[in-house]
């Protein structure tokens, strides 16, 4: 007797193969830095929540920011805290600056792709945390030389499951490290697309000038990250609030200040400089006496001073036939990726690494980009913080011939 067999199939769903787990943790911060490097727009949205305490304080702060930006010198930056919030916005044409909690702004002819340099009070800082974000995170790997991956973890954002490779490095895992400083991060980077989606550092330091310990806790989430995407024209327009007032300026908080004053040195004998050469000799400022000589103070993480060099590099084609020598100090915490950044502009003149920060200090730098222009006698004649280039331009006009006439700012873009 014969029994038919019944043949049963099962049809299995097919499923995208997950992405395989990267074997080296500083290869996938490289790659996860370049996605944001090429991206020729983004939208980033951050929560950064900071703990800082030690035996008799503590403290709590809470900032939201927000970085849209599309070709065209279209930009809206976002940053409210504890300290105040303002709006960066341009839409290619028109820049507006608004102060939320001094409900007043400013509108005038936008300049470049970036916000134009100002001196900057306190509603302002996280605004230009905000402007950072994208530029952070493209840098990340930049200072490591090393990095270990962590287990695999899925986190919860905005009631969303997000499945996320997680990179920890420390202090010693830098390229270069601060005796003063202890610091460990842990990422949490989406599997998905490759993109931040959370921080978390600790850090050990001191509180100057007093050196009191403190000890920091970092957390930062991001509900946002869009890469390459396209924005509504409305997201770059500014409508005022009804109790919104026009102005034509704010005011400079620090026009005044005692701190300021402090550290005016115009008029006075430039502090002598000792710049290591790369061969490890020493050149002394005080032997270029007989030259004017222009200092500039700056970094790559400082978005002012990057936006700043083009136009240095023209006016120094300018003048550099007329006998002025210029030099750069740079405050990164590596002194390759100035290099590097200087290699890729082609900058002519000499750059010198502020290893531990002695150089700012001796011109008592509170703010970078610094600008300091010391004449042949070796007094200092000009001294500005986030200074515009035709302040420069007037200040070497006065050294006298040859550069009393220094192509004019609008016949030198042509």
């Known amino acids: ?60 702060q809470k900032t939201l920011l927000k970085a849209i930006v599309m070709p065209g010198g279209r930009y809206r930056y976002e940053g409210r805290s504890g300290f105040g919030a303002a709006t960066y916005i341009s839409d290619g044409k028109t820049e507006w600056v608004y102060r939320l909690y001094e409900h007043r702004y400013t509108q005038k002819p936008a300049e470049g ?5 100002r001196i900057i009070a306190g509603d302002e800082m996280a605004v230009m945390n905000a402007e950072q974000l994208a530029h952070i995170m493209a ?11 962590l287990p695999e973890e899925t986190i919860l954002m905005d009631g969303r499951k997000i499945a996320c490779y997680v990179v920890y490095y420390s202090q010693d895992d830098l390229k270069t490290t601060k005796a003063d400083l202890k610091e460990d991060w842990t990422l949490w980077i989406s599997e998905e697309n490759k993109t931040v989606v959370k921080t978390l550092s600790h850090a050990e330091t001191y509180l100057l000038p007093n050196h ?26 500014f409508v005022p609030p009804n109790d919104a007032k026009l102005v034509d300026d704010f005011p400079d908080p620090f026009k005044h200040s005692p701190a300021t004053l ?17 061969d490890e000799k020493t050149l002394a400022l005080s032997s270029l006496r007989g030259k004017p000589v ?8 400082c978005a002012p001073c990057v936006e700043l060099m083009p136009d240095l590099k023209k006016l120094y084609s300018e003048t550099e036939n007329k006998g002025m020598v210029w030099i750069s100090v740079d405050n990164d915490d590596d002194a390759s ?19 531990d920060g002695s150089l700012g200090k001796a011109f008592q730098r509170e703010g970078i980009p610094l600008g300091v222009l010391i004449d042949a006698e070796g007094k200092i004649t000009f001294y500005e913080s986030g200074y515009e280039i035709s302040e420069l331009r007037a200040a070497i006009a006065k050294l006298g011939p040859p550069f009393s006439s220094p192509a004019p700012a609008a016949k030198a873009a042509q």
């Open 1 to 60: 007797m014969f029994f038919p067999i019944a043949l049963a199939f099962v049809l299995i769903p097919l499923q995208s193969e997950k992405p395989a787990a990267p074997q080296d943790a500083l290869v996938l911060l490289n790659e996860v830095s370049q996605r944001y490097a090429d991206a020729k727009s983004y939208h980033i949205e951050a929560v950064e929540e900071r703990n800082s305490s030690n035996e008799l304080h503590r403290d709590w």
């Open 113 to 117: 792709d970036r916000p134009k340099r």
């Open 139 to 149: 840098h990340r790997a930049d200072h490591l030389k090393s990095a270990r991956l």
């Open 212 to 237: 009191i310990p403190l000890s920091t806790e970092t957390t930062m989430t991001y509900p946002v990250v869009q890469l390459d995407q396209q924005e509504p024209v409305e997201a770059f327009m």
């Open 262 to 278: 402090a550290a005016n040195l115009l008029g006075k004998p430039a502090p002598e400089l000792s710049l290591k050469t790369g």
């Open 294 to 301: 222009f200092l500039e103070f700056w970094a790559t993480w």
């Open 337 to 355: 990726t100035a290099f590097a950044f200087l290699s890729r502009q082609k900058i002519p003149w000499p750059n010198y690494h502020d290893q």
